[in-house]
């Protein structure tokens, strides 16, 4: 009986999200999942933090919409997109709602929250109109796989910084933290172990060493065990807060326009980065089914906005659960499934330090590193654009800026060599708003 129990469903998942057409099975999606979960589950501990400095947004009720925010992204992605991908409230933007928006620009948090609901908006309408999906196809091949190699040292990086192994310094921008003890030795020793089992194909290797570093970091104090289990606290104080008598005002075109370019090209840069390590592409480079991703992020995005929470967008660190066998909208299912469960348990889920997902991102890092190369270095109007792009990642802390600069170099190096039947109408017309985009924001 059982068996015809777990036959139903495996012939349920394999319907809605063809499994053996992925080249992938359950067990392998559930673990894929749970990797992701893990590598972007310190949102949950980081917006309530940053959300609460803002007068009339409780921590707790900003804990909540942020996992509901990541719940419906997430299934929107599985059932919509049915890609391998997690999705939360950004970080970075979520950085431009609370320090640029409500306390640089003096707006209130509803004021904010309206402009996010208006950027949703536009990208759905965007995505109807295929307009998102003909800018991620406008981008060359060589800056597709820059945009890979560049997002790996990007989550490499933010890897480094969360587990103090990289530290800010006055005089140089970044220097060595104190590697000899504390949250920086575990992640030394973590990448030790993870590096290991990965090379020696171990089975959810990635998983394993984020736990093993966990219950390691136990000892050596920086796994602090803040209890088990918590009730979800109400987001009544925050849901639905909006003021549309300014949403034709000058200031929130700026600010709609801002949050606009910088999820969409976190997104497109995401989606092709991702894709492209895991050969999720057509013969022609493109991307499968990335309208109904990009429909997806921005159902999630609105949801966001009504729930009470900065732009939700898809999440870098999703290459974590790429990396494990991740190849479906199942994977999506189960990070959603894993926001679940954080709400109700949530100090248990926050007892994981940054020093054990930090090896993760890591070694994810390095995997998606190895695109670049991919790129004809022997061929400077393609090998500059692409070092550029790449390297602007980690150095301005963004995504998009990696793009947007790429892009624009691309066309201005490819002008200049005459190689402009390289260059497409499109490309022109997205140098020509990128260098627009950065003399009037």
């Given amino acids: 009986m059982s068996n015809d129990v777990e036959r139903r469903k495996f012939c349920m998942l394999e319907k809605i999200f063809k499994l053996s057409a992925n080249k992938t099975n359950v067990k392998t999606e559930i673990v894929a999942g749970i990797t992701t979960f893990l590598t972007m589950s310190y949102i949950l501990a980081v917006n309530p933090t940053m959300f609460g400095e803002l007068d009339g947004m409780p921590v707790g009720s900003v804990f909540t919409s942020t996992a509901l925010a990541a719940i419906v992204g997430c299934l929107a992605m599985a059932f919509v997109g049915k890609l391998p991908f997690g999705l939360a409230p950004g970080m970075g933007l979520n950085a431009f709602f609370v320090y640029s928006v409500c306390m640089g620009m003096g707006y209130s948090w509803q004021f904010a929250l309206t402009a996010v609901l208006i950027e949703g908006l536009i990208f759905i309408v965007l995505t109807l109109t295929n307009l998102r999906e003909a800018i991620v196809n ?3 091949m060589s800056l597709r796989n820059a945009i890979g190699a560049g997002i790996g040292l990007f989550i490499a990086f933010i890897g480094l910084k969360s587990a103090g192994v990289v530290v800010a310094d006055g005089a140089t921008l970044v220097a060595l933290g104190d ?3 504390g949250s920086a030795l575990l992640a030394f020793i973590g990448l030790v172990i993870t590096g290991f089992m990965y090379s020696r194909n171990v089975p959810g290797a990635i998983l394993l060493g984020i736990i093993i570093t966990m219950v390691i970091g136990i000892p050596l104090g920086v796994t602090e065990f803040k209890g088990i289990v918590s009730a979800p606290e109400s987001i009544a104080p925050i849901f639905c807060q909006f003021e549309f008598d300014k949403i034709f005002s000058v200031d929130m075109l700026v600010v709609v326009f801002t949050f606009f370019f910088i999820d969409m090209f976190d ?3 995401t989606l092709v980065g991702v894709c492209t390590k895991a050969k999720m592409m057509d013969e022609n480079g493109n991307i499968y089914r990335v309208k109904q ?5 921005s159902i999630a995005t609105t949801a966001g906005a009504l729930l009470g929470t900065s732009t939700t967008t898809t999440y ?5 659960g790429v990396a494990q066998g991740g190849r479906s909208g199942l994977t999506a299912l189960v990070v959603g499934g894993c926001f679940v469960i954080a709400m109700f348990f949530s100090p248990l889920f926050l ?3 940054s020093a054990a997902t930090a090896p993760a991102l890591i070694i994810v890092g390095l995997l998606m590193a190895e695109q670049i190369k991919n790129v004809n270095f022997e061929d400077f109007s393609e090998s500059i654009p692409a070092f550029v792009c790449m390297l602007m990642m980690p150095l301005t802390y963004s995504i998009s800026n990696g793009i947007l600069i790429g892009m624009i170099t ?5 002008m200049i060599c005459g190689k402009f039947k390289k260059l497409s109408p499109a490309m022109y017309i997205l140098a020509i ?9």
């Fill in 316 to 320: 870098v660190e999703s290459a974590a």
């Fill in 267 to 269: 997104t497109v840069g």
């Fill in 179 to 181: 590697v000899t003890s």
């Fill in 351 to 353: 007892s994981i330090p």
């Fill in 138 to 140: 406008a981008i060359p």
């Fill in 293 to 297: 991703a990009f429909m997806a992020d």
């Fill in 433 to 441: 708003l990128f260098i627009l985009k950065y003399i009037l924001i």
């Fill in 410 to 414: 691309y066309v201005l190096m490819n």
